[in-house]
């Protein structure tokens, strides 16, 4: 599934910015679409994921600051940051891919599907 990713910017620390994740033409239908970023100098990491169930899923450093959801009929999904740190400083992606097991949801290489980065930049 192609993926498109918007939103990013530049946000003071405390803020708040609200990315979206979009798949034209396409459903997300029986995927996991996931967010993961990429610091300056870091490994890429898994930041939340959504299962086609809905289950949602948090990397420890983004609980309770983050949230992804998804709206079906935009074909849409979404990661709202708020209160936001200098470490959240990084490119973010949307990745997604069909029948992702349970144990492998946090792992990068478990997604086929990317889309382009959106940097999102923290000022402190």
Not at 60 to 87: C, H, P, W
Request: proline fraction near 2%.
């Amino acid at each position: 599934v192609q993926l498109q990713a918007s939103g990013g910017g530049l946000a003071q620390a405390g803020g708040f910015l609200r990315l979206s994740c979009a798949a034209p033409g396409r459903t997300f239908s029986g995927y996991t679409v996931a967010w993961l970023r990429q610091a300056p100098g870091k490994q890429r990491e898994f930041v939340a994921a959504m299962r086609w169930s809905g289950t949602t899923h948090y990397a420890d450093s983004v609980e309770g600051r983050f949230t992804i959801s998804r709206d079906n009929a935009k074909k849409t999904v979404y990661l709202q940051m708020n209160t936001l740190k200098s470490e959240d400083t990084a490119v973010y992606y949307c990745a997604a891919s069909h029948s992702v097991i349970l144990s492998n949801v946090g792992v990068v290489g478990a997604y086929k599907d990317w889309g382009q980065g959106t940097l999102v930049t923290v000022s402190s």
